[in-house]
């Protein structure tokens, strides 16, 4: 009776862990789940740590437990003294070796795979007439939201990467204000964005992201920055060659794209009015129209999610407009845009959503 009760109980127990814990394993933004050659050797380090530093807990356990067991004094009686080993060099000399050895196996691995990570040898490669054979991104995190710009390419977006599978990507990091992280889970481990030098680093994106939830994998800023910062999320569309290849085309195309204000559409023409200044809809960088202090939105009508993490609808998007501080505390939006009665109308807000909605180069 006893017996069968324990078993029900370690039954219920696991039941609960599973209904916990498998939440951990969500393929699009877990580090469990990798899903790129870095991610892959970064995992399979981590077990290795965990089965190496496992082992010695159960060693020491189970030493602990039969010590334990064997020499309670009920067992040996009142007067037993056991045999005194203080000062035993062969004891000293073996649990002095042990973690060293330990540490030793340990660190090969992580030393090799550390190094290997941090070799970008690669990003100054030039082919025959001059261009970088890698593809580079120049990442630069801004108060609470990610510029991608690619710059042997011409172009940048904004809060959704886009990287093609099956190759190296390199990137360099940089933070535009105060220091914050760039962290892909599912790709590989993070790295710092500084204000004042440039990190370096390559990620491998084995997987397609079009079939995941939300058709890309998550991203996140893992550096406390500010008050917004649990919300300073990015995504990462991974694409086939081909396909990134017809990607990087369109947003090339876009170069002298931009809003007027004496357009006839009133979305439109209240962006150029209001919003322009900031942000640019052509992704082609170093043309007029092409550099903007606020994210870039020419590809906004393609991204899953507003500002990185509302359900991307238009809805979301008026009410972002109406009032972002709500949303996104501290965001440089706030308080340089006026909504309401000296602003923009009911009318005028809801055009211009559908503006916005409505820029894309995938479509
Ligand atoms: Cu940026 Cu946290």
């Known amino acids: 009776m006893m017996k069968g009760l324990k078993k029900w109980r370690l039954f219920s127990l696991l039941a609960v862990m599973t209904v916990f814990l498998s939440a951990c394993g969500e393929e699009y933004i877990s580090t469990l789940t990798p899903a790129g050659a870095v991610g892959k050797e970064q995992f399979n380090l981590l077990l290795f740590s965990i089965t190496i530093m496992a082992l010695v807990v159960i060693v020491v356990s189970v030493l602990y437990i039969y010590a334990f067991l064997k020499f309670r004094r009920s067992k040996q009686g009142e007067d037993y003294m056991p045999k005194q080993v203080e000062g035993s060099h062969v004891l000293e000399t073996i649990w002095t070796v042990i973690p060293i050895v330990l540490l030793l196996i340990l660190a090969v691995p992580t030393l090799i795979s550390t190094y290997k990570f941090g070799d970008v040898a690669a990003m100054e490669q030039v082919d025959e007439n001059g261009n970088k054979t890698e593809l580079i991104v120049d990442v630069t995190a801004k108060l609470y939201w990610w510029e991608f710009s690619y710059p042997d390419l011409g172009i940048v977006t904004s809060q959704e990467l886009v990287v093609p599978t099956g190759q190296k990507v390199y990137f360099n ?52 920055c500010g008050p917004s910062h649990a919300l300073m999320d990015f995504k990462v569309k991974t694409l086939a060659p ?3 290849d017809a990607w990087v085309a369109a947003m090339q195309a876009t170069e002298g794209q931009t809003a007027s204000k004496d357009s006839t559409d009133l979305g439109e023409a209240t962006f150029a009015a209001n919003c322009l200044m900031c942000h640019a809809v052509t992704s082609v960088t170093g043309v007029p129209g092409g550099a903007a202090m606020g994210p870039n939105l020419t590809t906004f009508g393609d991204r899953s999610h507003i500002a990185g993490f509302l359900e991307h609808n238009k809805e979301n998007l008026v009410s972002w407009i109406e009032n972002p501080e709500e ?24 055009a211009l959503a559908d503006y916005i909605m409505s820029l894309s180069v995938e479509k």
């Not at 590989?188 to 058709?215: A, H, P, R």
């Not at 309401?340 to 009911?346: A, I, W």
Request: net charge negative; aromatic share 12%; with cysteine.
């Open 173 to 224: 990091l940089k933070a535009a204000d105060v220091k914050h992280s760039f962290w892909i889970p599912s790709i590989g481990g993070k790295m710092d964005t500084n204000v004042d030098n440039i990190n370096k680093f390559y990620l491998v994106f084995d997987e397609e992201s079009e079939g995941l939830k939300d058709g890309v994998f998550y991203g996140k800023c893992a550096e406390l």
């Open 242 to 244: 081909e396909a990134f």
């Open 327 to 350: 949303y996104k505390p501290g965001n440089l939006m706030s308080g340089n845009y006026k909504v309401g009665n000296d602003g923009l109308s009911d009318e005028e807000i809801s």
